[in-house]
């Protein structure tokens, strides 16, 4: 006689099962806020960023002319301690100009780079995400139907030199 299967625990199987499913859910749950934390950078970078240091591009400019025509005020009434500190002020302006037309630079840079840079990796993401609920979601129905045929199996007695024959009284009649 074949070697027989011997089931020692189906309940191992059936932890497998379960441990799946909630690493399943925490996968999809943290590949679903990776698609979405890109979504909302882009989102942020275009509608929040842009905007705001183009608008202060505006703002620190004019702020810079407003400190310009100060030291020019201060140079034509000859105060030298009020042109030291109108230079100062214009010094700072400039600086603060400077650094919003870097900001928005460097935004511009980030939405030109971000197809190239990002989205690859987000669709990386997106195809773990369709192995996670497509191929495992296959997997957790195998292991199911491994479940039930597992226990179907277990459930077969295998007749034993203890275990009398069924009688041909209990036997059915083959069906003509």
């Excluded at 020692?8 to 399943?24: I, K, N, P, Q």
């Excluded at 705001?52 to 100060?70: A, F, G, I, K, P």
């Excluded at 400077?98 to 190239?116: H, M, N, T, Y």
């Excluded at 479940?147 to 199996?153: E, I, K, S, T």
């Amino acid at each position: 006689m074949p070697e027989q299967a011997r089931i020692t625990s189906v309940e191992a199987v059936e932890v497998f099962r379960s441990d799946l499913l909630v690493y399943l859910e925490k996968a999809r749950g943290a590949v679903e806020e990776v698609g979405e934390e890109v979504r909302r950078t882009r989102a942020w970078l275009q509608d929040d960023r842009a905007p705001y240091w183009v608008q202060q591009v505006r703002r620190r400019t004019m702020e810079l002319q407003e400190r310009q025509q100060e030291l020019f005020t201060a140079r034509l009434g000859k105060q030298q301690q009020n042109i030291q500190v109108q230079l100062v002020a214009v010094r700072r302006a400039e600086q603060a100009l400077e650094e919003a037309l870097g900001k928005v630079k460097s935004i511009k840079q980030w939405l030109r780079d971000f197809p190239v840079e990002i989205e690859p990796q987000a669709r990386h993401a997106e195809m773990l995400r369709h192995v996670l609920v497509s191929d495992m979601g296959k997997a957790v129905v195998s292991l199911s139907q491994i479940l039930d045929a597992l226990h179907a199996y277990a459930a077969l007695r295998v007749p034993t030199a203890d275990t009398p024959p069924p009688s041909p009284a209990t036997e059915t009649p083959p069906a003509p």
